[in-house]
């Protein structure tokens, strides 16, 4: 069966709200966005990579995917880029019914059945970036199999949290950890 790997950059105070660009996300009227730039430097395409070394897919929620397709293919031969374009993608969206980045699938129907069958499926694990709204839907069906967490050296104040009521409890075990610069990056699995 296929994990889910939801990984989030996280500031102190545990908000996940807008942390690549001042603008990424108003929603709310937060006015936090950017936090990650001071602290990320190489960081986020070396972690990338080494995350997704295996025949992985992506699975976003339909403002993160968004984002992505508004900037990713705008960079053309960028590695990030060719790994994104050659990953199969699926974007969770009551709204949207048709994606036009390559490999791209809208989920249909109930986000949480959805998943359900794409775990069921071969390949490898399916990650989660950023999706916070989809990322909550995730964790209250008990379908977060690993938290791959980068915690940066910032207290936003306000912003949507990584954990919030309405997530199933459960157990992870720590299964690695490591500094870069001021960066925590953990990997918590599921144990129970």
């Known amino acids: 069966m296929r994990k889910v790997i939801v990984q989030q950059f996280v500031s102190l105070d545990g908000v996940v709200q807008g942390p690549g660009t001042p603008d990424e996300d108003r929603e709310g009227g937060f006015e936090g966005g950017g936090w990650t730039a001071k602290h990320a430097g190489g960081l986020l395409s070396e972690t990338f990579f080494a995350w997704t070394a295996d025949d992985d897919a992506l699975l976003l929620g339909r403002k993160t995917y ?68 989809l990322t909550h839907t995730l964790m209250r069906h008990g379908l977060v199999d690993e938290y791959r967490l980068l915690f940066f050296p910032v207290v936003v104040g306000s912003g949507k949290r990584l954990f919030v009521d309405g997530a199933i409890p459960a157990d992870f075990d720590l299964t690695s950890s490591r500094t870069v610069g001021s960066v925590i990056i953990a990997t918590y699995e599921r144990c129970d």
């Open 66 to 133: 968004d984002i992505f397709y508004a900037y990713w293919p705008t960079t053309g031969d960028h590695p990030v880029n060719k790994r994104l374009e050659a990953m199969d993608k699926y974007v969770a969206s009551r709204s949207v019914k048709s994606a036009e980045w390559v490999n791209t699938t809208v989920l249909d129907g109930e986000v949480a059945s959805a998943v359900k069958e794409l775990k069921k499926g071969s390949g490898g694990p399916i990650w989660v970036s950023g999706s916070g709204n």
